[in-house]
């Protein structure tokens, strides 16, 4: 029971189809149906087979012999009957977590890809790509209405809008700044980390990456400085739509490269667990990498290999978790381990970290 509670969390909270949810949910039902049946009744017939054996036995330890017997029958036949209980309860609330695991592998309805590249303001509202920046409702800092700043997040992989809805209040919380999400769907492991292959040798159309394009495009051509986050596969995304941000600037707008360079200067670029180690030179960057993060040191500027952070980028590395926690809740959450090791931008430009 708890494998099966403890699994299908990891599932995104996406529906497949009816048909193999009801085949899951009864194959856990007949096999713990059978199991739960095979204890009651194993003990009632421990309980008789104690009865005919104290029979033959003296006086005098028939009765310790009868309460132990008694109480250990009583205990089988209790726990066949809560284990029953607990199957009830889990196969009530079985079929929709059963749903989720086609979907996990790319199969069936996707309902978060219709926000994919869309922009993700406060109370999770969605706004279509082209919405102008100052059109959408940023998350605000719990302790200050009025932010001076604004950040946009680009998430990363199995990451569907709420997730990154809750991220955002976290993010505008810690950097005391609105917070504007720019979506990157998920559409389960397999299809994601696809994706991400496809992002990192630059090849086909990512949403997400045109959307943080032209809206980094549309800001520094109105003199607007840009402060950008983004966390694991995000930051694939943005290191692609950064170069094709200077690639506009010299083929659209006609800027020479020292001129490009002083604009993509107004650019500020954190990166957290980031799956990209090259970067186009000219922004500001401060890359964070927890050295036991699976995902940083294989994918993104680990120390054991040649790396392109970005000309003058800041690169903290740190070190917090355990490489064998697979679920990566202590190496690569942003909100659980990245915002904890987090200074403000100006005293991490300087090498002043905690």
Known sequence: ?????????????????????????????????AYSKKMVEGGKRFSQGVDEFVRSTPDKVQGTIVKAADAYS???????????????????????????????LGLGNQPDLKFDGHFVGARGQTFPPGTPLKNVPGVMPRNNPNPSETVIYINGILNDRTDQSRTLQSLADTTNSKAIGIHNSTRGIGPDLFQAMRDRSG????????????????????GRSVHLMAHSQGAIVTSRALS????????????????????MAQLKVETF?????????????????????????TFGLSKS??????????????????????????????????????????????????
Request: hydrophobic letters at 35%.
């Open 1 to 33: 029971m708890k494998i099966l509670e403890r699994s299908l969390p990891l599932f995104k909270p996406v529906r497949a189809n009816d048909t193999v949810a009801n085949k899951v949910q009864s194959t856990v039902g007949k096999a713990a149906d």
């Open 74 to 104: 009583k205990m089988m036949i209790e726990g066949g009957k809560q284990f029953g209980h607990g199957v009830d309860e889990f196969l009530r609330s079985a079929p929709d977590k059963a749903k989720l695991i086609p979907q996990h």
């Open 203 to 222: 090849k086909g159309v990512n949403p997400p990456v045109d959307t943080l394009a032209d809206t980094v495009h549309a800001e520094l051509k109105a």
């Open 244 to 263: 094709d941000v200077a690639r506009r600037l010299r083929m659209e707008d006609g800027l020479s490269p020292s001129e490009v360079d002083k604009k």
């Open 273 to 297: 667990g980031g799956a990209a180690n090259a970067y186009p030179s000219g922004p500001r960057y401060v890359h964070y990498v927890n050295d036991a993060d699976p995902v940083a040191s």
């Open 305 to 354: 290999h040649a790396n392109e952070p970005g000309k003058g980028a800041v690169v903290h590395h740190f070190r917090e978790g355990s490489k064998l926690d697979f679920s990566l809740e202590s190496t690569h959450s942003i909100v659980g381990v990245y915002l904890k090791n987090r200074v403000s931008f100006s005293e991490a430009r300087e090498g002043r970290f905690n």
